[in-house]
């Protein structure tokens, strides 16, 4: 079945204590990209890649990292999460940023 | 700087109703712009989209109408049902530059 797939699906941590949010797609898609969702404010884009070793900052990249080593995943890492990045995360995967974007079931993360 | 800006916030309407979302953008080489239907804990998923060489498509009970003169493009849901109570993201693009900008989103509510 294709998919994007994110774990953890759910996560509660503290301030300051590193993670790491996966993604992984079976598509073979050259496009990946993560978004965080929050209340009146839509999905808004955090970092996006047209295809392996190329990543480019979105909208908002302020306190976040990823990488795309392999074409199939693109985890987003918090270095050191902040409760304003408590919010809904979603990653998702196209040919390209004007085709048909699949997005996994979302990461909601709680930073206390 | 939010790019496409999406109203209203919210909608209601009645079984059988039309429900009409409109998005205005400002950039005018985006040449991608597609809706995204998002059911409560679920990833949006696509719904339609529209390249601007067109005016109208139509897919089923969803059209899309876009007016590149006035750089506004809009949904709308004819003969709405119970089922298409969701929220629903205008989003556009354009492929050299990667990134995808969507609206803040509407929440539709079809009362049956």
């Known amino acids: 079945e294709a998919q994007v797939t994110q774990n953890p699906r759910y996560l509660i941590t503290v301030t300051g204590k590193k993670l790491t949010v996966t993604c992984s797609q079976n598509?073979?898609?050259?496009?990946m990209s993560w978004y965080r969702q929050d209340p009146g404010l839509g999905l808004r884009q955090i970092y996006y890649?047209?295809?392996?070793?190329?990543?480019d900052k979105g909208d908002v990249p302020e306190g976040y990292k990823v990488s795309r080593k392999e074409k199939r995943n693109f985890p987003l890492i918090l270095e050191s999460p902040s409760p304003n990045q408590t919010s809904l995360y979603f990653c998702?995967?196209?040919?390209?940023?004007?085709?048909?974007?699949?997005f996994g079931p979302g990461t909601r993360l709680t930073v206390l | 700087q939010q790019q496409v800006k999406q109203s209203p916030q919210s909608l209601i309407v009645q079984k059988g109703g039309i429900s009409i979302i409109n998005c205005a953008y400002e950039?005018?080489?985006?040449?991608?712009f597609p809706w995204y239907q998002q059911f409560p804990g679920k990833g949006p998923a696509l719904l339609i989209a529209?390249?601007?060489?067109?005016s109208e498509k139509k897919e089923g009970r969803f059209t899309i109408s876009f007016n590149k003169s006035a750089k506004q493009f809009s949904l709308h849901i004819m003969d709405s049902q119970p089922g298409d109570s969701a929220t629903y993201f205008c989003?556009?693009?354009?492929?050299?530059?990667?990134?995808?900008?969507f609206g803040a989103g509407t929440q539709v509510v079809v009362t049956p």
């Open positions: 998702a995967s196209g040919r390209d940023s004007t085709d048909t974007q699949y």
């Open positions: 598509m073979n898609h050259e496009y």
């Open positions: 890649s047209m295809n392996v070793e190329v990543t």
């Open positions: 950039n005018t080489a985006f040449d991608y």
């Open positions: 529209i390249r601007p060489d067109v």
């Open positions: 989003a556009a693009a354009y492929m050299s530059w990667g990134k995808l900008q």
